[in-house]
């Protein structure tokens, strides 16, 4: 099983990224995938998913301001990101789980940075 994320990277405040995480080795249209992300010192936090059914479920810090979105004929999942802030900083993982299975599984992260 691999998530591969891609699109971090540094932008200003304000700005925009979209993120990518494609899956090999699942089945991935049964799968919930996820977003979530970890400041230093802080915990990981979920920042989006979207279910196998395409519900969706925002952290409030993001609402608004984040889109997730998926594309099973491409085992892969989005997050678009605008306006971003400082605040927004971190490393982001891309997750996969299928609970009634017991499978979770995660991506390497990649490092989003707000800066002027």
């Known amino acids: 099983v691999q998530l591969v994320e891609s699109g971090g990277g540094l932008v200003q405040p304000g700005g925009s990224l979209r993120l990518s995480c494609a899956a090999s080795?699942?089945?991935?249209?049964?799968?919930?995938m996820g977003w979530y992300r970890q400041a230093p010192g802080k915990q990981r936090e979920l920042v989006a998913d979207?279910?196998?059914?395409?519900?969706?479920n925002y952290a409030d810090s993001v609402k608004g301001r984040f889109t997730i979105s998926r594309d099973n004929a491409k085992n892969t999942v989005y997050l678009q990101m605008n306006s971003l802030n400082p605040e927004d900083t971190a490393v982001y993982y891309c997750?996969?789980?299928?609970?009634?299975?017991?499978?979770?599984?995660w991506g390497q992260g990649t490092q989003v940075t707000v800066s002027s």
């Open positions: 979207i279910t196998s059914g395409s519900n969706i």
């Open positions: 997750n996969a789980n299928w609970a009634p299975m017991g499978r979770d599984y």
């Open positions: 080795g699942i089945i991935f249209r049964l799968y919930r």
